[in-house]
């Protein structure tokens, strides 16, 4: 399945054909636009729900039920052909899409699910809370582990497709998480580590911002990837997971951006690692094997220090 912003009006139609056409007509306004990120503002939000007419809540529901079909279209499935859309809603009032992303040729733990791909997708846009989650199937023991790093995430409320509400806490009973591990910081919220790398290139201290703001108190090794097309730049950050192996990668964080902003992965033209040179868990060698199988580009991997 293609981003649905390269869709034909014909397959746009078709997945929001159940809906009334006034919603139709107001939801290829916005997902048409050149800049749409999939990503809803607030303001925007808010002009879709007036097409509902019940509480405030169950209207918000609704219309995240109502956009999965949406969020399935950016799926690339080419091993499983099962296309995942999540939807999300954060306590800013915006709406986030997520995919599912397969990689052919690689192994199957490169995969990212569509939860990881609506949570980075609510990250890079400054999002730190999220009160719903909608989702065209069940989420996966791995989804749910990675759900539980989030600020309140029990509190999550969980839209499965012709399912009824539940509370996120209630599909992940004896809940293993950071504070077992005595940590405080959560993902979205962590403070910014302190790093600073001595490199003038640009492409380079985006990438150091991103590792700045990347999340790892678990292995303390902070990393972030920056990619460049010819038509923009895309960051990704590490986000760790306390049961370690739901972490999400730089590269995978930056492939979710650049994919959910409507970029092709064929486009890459440059990227850049930074890392601190003495951390424990080093992205460079897995980076390097995914980056060399659906690019020609060569990662160029800087270490910075801590300030």
């Known amino acids: 399945m293609a981003h649905f912003t390269k869709l034909s009006s014909e397959q746009l139609t078709d997945c929001i054909a159940h809906l009334s056409t006034p919603l139709q007509q ?83 733990a490169q995969t990212v699910h569509a939860e990881q791909s609506v949570i980075t997708n609510a990250w890079r846009h400054q999002e730190t809370k999220l009160v719903m989650l909608a989702v065209s199937a069940p989420p996966c023991g791995h989804c749910r582990q990675f759900i539980n790093e989030l600020n309140g995430a029990g509190d999550i409320d969980v839209l499965i497709t012709k399912q009824p509400s539940t509370r996120f806490a209630d599909i992940l009973p004896m809940a293993f998480g950071p504070s077992d591990l005595g940590i ?39 990393s972030g990837i920056a990619l460049q097309t010819p038509n923009g730049l895309y960051l990704g950050r590490y986000a760790e997971n306390c049961a370690y192996n739901p972490s999400l990668s730089p590269l995978q964080g930056a492939l979710i951006s650049l994919h959910l902003s409507g970029d092709s992965i064929s486009d890459i033209s440059s990227a850049v690692l930074v890392e601190h040179k003495e951390s424990k868990v080093s992205q460079e060698k897995t980076s390097k094997q995914l980056l060399s199988l659906i690019s020609d580009v060569t990662l160029e991997t800087l270490h910075c220090s801590v300030k």
């Not at 107001?26 to 607030?42: G, P």
């Not at 150091?208 to 990347?214: D, E, G, H, P, R």
């Open 26 to 108: 107001q939801l290829k306004s916005i997902v048409c636009r050149v800049d749409f990120k999939a990503c809803f503002t607030s303001e925007q939000v808010q002009t879709l729900l007036a097409h509902y007419s019940a509480s405030d809540k169950a209207n918000k529901q609704q219309l995240c039920r109502d956009l999965i079909p949406l969020a399935q279209s950016y799926s690339l499935a080419p091993i499983s052909s099962f296309y995942v859309g999540a939807v999300a809603m954060g306590e800013s009032g915006k709406i986030y899409f997520g995919a599912n992303m397969e990689f052919k040729g690689l192994t199957l």
């Open 184 to 222: 405080s910081a959560r993902l979205m919220v962590s403070p910014d580590n302190q790093l600073t790398l001595k490199s003038d290139s640009v492409l380079a201290q985006h990438a150091l911002s991103a590792a700045t703001s990347s999340y790892s108190p678990f292995s303390l090794s902070p």
